[in-house]
């Protein structure tokens, strides 16, 4: 039996910060329905396709609605009764019938959803998991990097690094590393408490104590790896992701970094310091702006022999800006988000780009999500390596370890 698109059907649920995002559901002309939300993230890089918003006064201008009218009328035609199966094909027609480069006419938004949602319900027609649908033969699970203390735009905690990541270096399964990222964020909590911090969450799912600077929370997070039995760095490694572009100020070129107005070569020799004093730490992200490519190859000159420094805001997974990463010479990694680029071939095209050319990848969760687990499946399917997904309190964010558990114990040894 062929097996085609019968219909595709979106509407406006709420994520995890409470805004409007758009839903899609995909059902084929066996009966089979495939569903995925799209994320939403709150520092985003000035490239990333367009998240298409109403801009009306309802929801403060965050509705959805145009968006879910494009799957509901313009999408829906144009990919009624095409093959399921070929994700390439229906990606390439919704990327034509938007026709701008950065989705702007359907919305980012609204196509990456109907993308996900194609690929699900052609797993699902198959009766195979994602993983397996999306993925070869080579299915890994990834080192997974974990928030646990949150800053920025995700948190009023007044810290001006976004993220601080710890991840399970050793480990004997993808469960037993959880296991042991539970220990120590029970541990953190216990200690921000005994200290006087208040140990509600950030965004992330990380605390977001008024520790007074950057130091002061790596200092949290060393002595509560510590105080949990583990060796920082041999057994559990940190990760930092300052999300810089937030704080860089294009005017004056100058990064307004705990209450300082740094140059470029200034937070270079800061982020020099910082890995010295703390060689747990192994990667950081976006230490320098999207706007300061500069600064980026510099770190990455200096930096990038020992550490891993990961492009977000800077390459906003898009094939062509990265690509031009590459030939500069920016980084040696980079962050993988869906919906920054829009559909789910053209990350793998990026992905691709990546290992072809000797980058490190890390997938990405969006600081708004929902419970829609794509990322756990995509991750496996591509091999990508590295993930990150938030701390393990949330629910949003904890569904994703979760599903690499079940992952983990249908793939076995
Ligand atoms: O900067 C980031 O890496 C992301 C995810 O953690 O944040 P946001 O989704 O807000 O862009
Ligand atoms: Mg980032």
Same mark, same amino acid.
């Given at each position: =039996? ?21 839903? &899609?559901?995909?059902? $084929? ?45 313009? %999408? ?7 093959? +399921?199966?070929?994700?390439? /094909?229906? @990606? ?18 609204? %196509?990456?959803?109907?993308? /996900?949602? &194609? ?10 998991? $994602?993983?397996?649908? $999306?993925?070869? %033969? ?70 977001? +104590? ?7 929370? %790596? ?59 703390? +060689? ?20 990455? @000159?200096? /930096? ?57 990848? =890390? ?18 399917? /591509? ?21 690499? =558990? ?8």
């Amino acid at each position: =039996m062929i097996v085609l698109i019968e219909n595709i059907h979106a509407r406006e649920i709420f994520d995890s910060r409470g805004n409007p995002t758009v839903e &899609v559901d995909v059902i $084929l002309t066996d009966g089979v329905l495939g569903r995925a939300a799209v994320p939403s993230g709150a520092s985003t890089g000035d490239r990333e396709a367009v998240e298409l918003r109403d801009g009306t006064e309802r929801l403060q201008g965050k509705g959805v609605l145009k968006a879910v009218d494009n799957v509901n009328t313009a %999408i829906n035609e144009a990919l009624h009764h095409l093959s +399921p199966f070929n994700q390439a /094909m229906i @990606d390439g027609k919704m990327i034509e019938l938007d026709g701008t480069n950065n989705k702007q006419r359907l919305g980012a938004n609204a %196509i990456l959803g109907v993308s /996900m949602a &194609v690929a699900r319900a052609a797993a699902n027609s198959k009766h195979v998991p $994602l993983y397996r649908y $999306l993925g070869g %033969i080579d299915l890994q699970l990834p080192q997974p990097f974990f928030n646990v203390i949150n800053g920025g735009v995700h948190a009023d905690s007044g810290i001006d690094v976004q993220e601080f990541l710890i991840t399970p270096v050793k480990r004997t399964s993808f469960r037993d590393g959880v296991e042991k990222i539970a220990n120590v964020y029970h541990t953190l909590k216990k200690n921000l408490a005994k200290q006087g911090f208040e140990t509600a969450v950030g965004d992330e799912g990380g605390f977001a +104590p008024k520790l007074a600077n950057t130091e002061a929370a %790596i200092e949290m997070l060393y002595q509560s790896i510590r105080d949990a039995g583990y060796q920082p760095g041999a057994e559990i490694a940190i990760a930092i992701d300052p999300a810089s572009s937030e704080f860089y100020d294009d005017d004056s070129a100058l990064y307004h970094f705990e209450d300082k107005d740094l140059t470029s070569a200034e937070l270079l020799e800061y982020y020099t310091k910082l890995v010295a004093k703390y +060689p747990a730490i192994v990667s950081i992200e976006d230490g320098f702006s999207e706007h300061d490519w500069a600064g980026f190859k510099k770190q990455t @000159d200096t /930096m990038g022999q020992n550490i891993q420094l990961v492009g977000d805001d800077i390459f906003v997974t898009n094939p062509a800006i990265f690509t031009e990463g590459i030939k500069a010479g920016v980084a040696n990694a980079i962050l993988i988000k869906l919906n920054q680029i829009g559909t789910v071939t053209e990350t793998i095209e990026t992905i691709k780009l990546a290992r072809a050319n000797g980058y490190k990848t =890390m997938l990405s969760h969006r600081s708004g999500e929902t419970v829609d687990s794509f990322i756990a499946d995509f991750a496996v399917a /591509m091999n990508v390596g590295q993930i990150k997904s938030g701390s393990i309190a949330r629910g949003e964010r904890v569904e994703k370890y979760n599903q690499f =558990m079940r992952i983990e114990e249908e793939l076995g040894d």
